[in-house]
């Protein structure tokens, strides 16, 4: 009998731990498409199709370099706008995602590039960046986002 309840603990503890990471594995896909999702707005100048993607409200701390915008629509309307309308043939992407799951919250270290012409030079950035994402109303939102690069040479 002892046997029978040792192995069904077995089992029972094999199926939990394959079913979180079966969940885990979806979550980690669902972040990495959002933060692809996030670069290609970005470049395409589409900003509206974020306003689901950032957490709401200014808690949302959004940080480039030693610059911090508090909230999606101050960075939209008041730093992303404005610096995009100054770019001309704009690249961006985020590459090397990693995400990590802790339950409702999870965090993602990524890599960036970006390409762009302004004022008639060329602007070529390498840089890293983390990112803060919170599960709300059963989807992923950025709670903070910080980037900083350098340029290439």
Do not use: C
């Not at 707005?41 to 508090?70: K, Q, R």
């Not at 610096?83 to 802790?102: D, G, T």
């Amino acid at each position: 009998m002892k046997h029978i309840t040792f192995f069904t603990l077995v089992a029972t503890l094999s199926f939990v731990a394959g079913q979180v990471a079966a969940q885990t594995d979806g979550a980690t896909a669902e972040i990495r498409s959002t933060l692809e999702r996030v670069a290609e707005s970005f470049e395409s100048g589409e900003l509206g199709l974020l306003d689901d993607v950032f957490a709401p409200g200014p808690g949302v701390h959004i940080i480039e370099g030693a610059g911090v915008n508090h909230g999606w629509v101050e960075y939209r309307d008041h730093h992303l706008r404005p610096e995009l309308e100054a770019f001309e043939n704009f690249e961006y992407r985020y590459f090397a995602i990693e995400p990590v799951v802790r339950g409702d919250m999870a965090f993602a270290a990524f890599r960036y590039e970006l390409s762009a012409a302004i004022d008639g030079s060329q602007l070529n950035i390498e840089g890293r960046g983390t990112v803060v994402l919170e599960q709300l109303e059963g989807h992923w939102k950025i709670a903070h986002l910080h980037t900083s690069g350098r340029r290439n040479q």
